[in-house]
């Protein structure tokens, strides 16, 4: 008999799920002249309901080894593909963008490895969670000064100073998990040496 960590049709999956079928959408909107608000404002939807999945999980007891996969790569698919949209849309700088990115990637990687070579999972910090709000309201109110859309000198200006402070709380993030990791992997070796 299967468990519930087992199920693939809960609510929380079909969640997630739904947020990557909108990962087209709103990279069309945002490369399309005239669209860009609508596209920013279905970005923001998608990247900042990025905690409704695992809440609902959470609070419904319908946590599966399906969703603990689909999630972050949701989240992740989201961000990069919104990033690189508004790179080519020349909304976001490039270097901005990579700062997010390859600091996703390298997490992301270690993560997965860790989880399925050691079977250590990390848990997520509060101060990630903030990082990730900060830089996922930062980016589209970048992206909306930078499309000229109405009040976007504010948005703008509040926008890089919502990434400014965003960026260096993740990157102090990373590093409290790579703490994370080696502690974890010490307490382990010691449980296996046992």
Do not use: C
């Amino acid at each position: 008999m299967a468990s519930d960590r087992d199920a693939v049709f809960t609510l929380p999956n079909l969640i997630s799920a739904i947020r990557i079928a909108l990962i087209p959408a709103f990279v069309y909107l945002l490369l399309h002249p005239g669209l860009e608000a609508a596209g920013l404002i279905l970005f923001g939807l998608v990247v900042s309901t990025d905690w409704v999945d695992g809440y609902i999980a959470r609070r419904t007891d319908s946590v599966s080894d399906l969703g603990k996969l689909l999630d972050p790569i949701a989240d992740r698919l989201a961000v990069g593909a919104g990033l690189i949209a508004l790179v080519v849309a020349d909304a976001f700088p490039l270097w901005a963008a990579l700062l997010i990115i390859v600091r996703d990637v390298v997490v992301f990687i270690a993560g997965l490895v860790l989880l399925t070579r050691s079977k250590v999972r990390i848990d997520v910090r509060y101060l990630g969670k903030v990082a990730t709000f900060g830089l996922m309201t930062s980016v589209p109110l970048i992206a909306w000064g930078a499309f000229g859309l109405p009040l976007g000198e504010a948005a703008l200006a509040l926008g890089w100073i919502a990434f400014t402070v965003a960026i260096v709380e993740y990157y102090i993030a990373t590093f409290l998990y790579a703490q994370d990791v080696r502690h974890a992997l010490r307490d382990r070796g010691t449980l296996d040496a046992a």
